[in-house]
Nanobody, 123 residues
């Protein structure tokens, strides 16, 4: 199983970024997928999950209305469109496979994470 994130960078407050996660080694279309972030000195924070069968999205309150999760089952790619970014969004962002419904809105074990992509929001 491989999860490779990209698209991070440094942006000013109010800016936008689009993260991508290219996956391989498992049947992508069969799994719900999530984004998790971790800021320096803090624990992992669940950001968003997208369901497998109907692609229904779920968002944490901190990003609802600003972030949009999507997936391309044909290509095995997960996306996170981030808009109106705030300094508090600064973190390493990880793509994760959701191993069970218990982890639908909480970070799964790190065994299911990619290597992460850094997002820094600063003026």
């Amino acid at each position: 199983v491989q999860l490779v994130e990209s698209g991070g960078g440094m942006v000013q407050p109010g800016g936008s970024l689009r993260l991508s996660c290219v996956t391989s080694g498992f049947t992508f279309s069969s799994y719900a997928m999530s984004w998790v972030r971790q800021a320096p000195g803090k624990g992992p924070e669940w950001v968003s999950t997208i369901n497998s069968d109907d692609a229904y999205p779920y968002y944490s309150e901190s990003v609802k209305g600003r972030f949009t999760v999507s997936r391309d089952d044909n290509k095995g790619i997960l996306y996170l469109q981030m808009s109106n970014l705030k300094p508090e969004d600064t973190a390493l962002y990880y793509c994760t496979r959701v191993p069970s419904t218990f982890y639908f809105i909480r970070p799964p074990p790190k065994d299911y994470w990619g290597q992460g992509t850094q997002v820094t929001v600063s003026s």
